[in-house]
């Protein structure tokens, strides 16, 4: 595996249910995003975790629950969503946050409905 | 007025034409200034990443930034089919170290026919 990879890459989910949204990267960065993609809207930057600690939270409802275990890996935990919810969800990395930090990867999203 | 600007097309050209991509910023501290390709279905891929003003050419494609008009524009040359793809601005201030704060255009879908 090359690059930054996203696990599923199609999820449909009811309202009630869990679930979780995987990244993986293999290019050595020390700094991971999530971001969500609408249609007609910019990428909005939900989370950003550099060296695993996370220095970014962009007012995300508490309904998406972000974890990083270590640098390479990044997981998105999704509960009790709602379908205004439905989107593209993009995993990035960079180098670090810092000087490299405008320098970001993304891997090939995840496709959420939420019914 | 938005902080980034970007004429959504979408764009449609014949293949081999010249195509002028760009957006407009109202925000005096950005510094960095990036274009990402996206395809259908897959993820922005970083293109062209330039810091302040200036040209960055990188074979068929020329970045441009002009500062003082806060105006950047990607130029692609002799347009190919497989150039077919939505374009993202995206820039970043820079400030305290969080360079990563990028800001996003909404992206122009490009199509060249062949």
């Known amino acids: 595996e090359t690059g930054v990879t996203q696990t599923p890459r199609h999820l449909v989910m009811g309202m009630t249910n869990k679930k979780s949204l995987k990244c993986e990267q293999h290019?050595?960065?020390?700094?991971m995003y999530w971001y969500k993609q609408s249609a007609k809207k910019p990428l909005e930057l939900m989370f950003v975790?550099?060296?695993?600690?996370?220095?970014e939270n962009n007012s995300v409802p508490s309904r998406f629950s972000p974890e990083c275990p270590n640098s390479s890996h990044l997981f998105l935990h999704l509960h009790t969503l709602q379908p205004e919810d439905s989107a593209l969800y993009l995993c990035?990395?960079?180098?670090?946050?810092?000087?490299?930090?405008?320098?970001?990867?993304f891997g090939p999203g995840t496709r959420l409905t939420v019914t | 007025q938005k902080e980034v600007e970007q004429d959504p097309g979408p764009l449609s050209v014949p293949e081999g034409a010249i195509v002028s991509l760009n957006c407009t910023y109202s925000n005096s501290a950005f510094q960095y200034f990036m274009w990402y390709r996206q395809y259908s279905r897959k993820g922005p891929e970083l293109l062209m990443y330039?810091?302040?003003?200036g040209n960055k050419e990188d074979g068929r494609f020329t970045a441009q930034v002009d500062k003082s008009s806060k105006y950047i524009s990607l130029f692609i040359r002799d347009s190919q089919p497989s150039d077919s793809a939505t374009y993202l601005c995206?820039?970043?201030?820079?400030?305290?170290?969080?360079?990563?704060?990028?800001?996003f255009g909404k992206g122009t879908l490009l199509t060249v026919n062949p």
């Open positions: 990035a990395s960079s180098q670090d946050s810092g000087l490299a930090g405008a320098q970001q990867y």
């Open positions: 290019l050595g960065h020390n700094a």
């Open positions: 330039t810091y302040s003003s």
């Open positions: 995206a820039m970043s201030a820079g400030s305290g170290g969080s360079n990563y704060k990028l800001t």
């Open positions: 975790y550099s060296l695993e600690e996370r220095v």
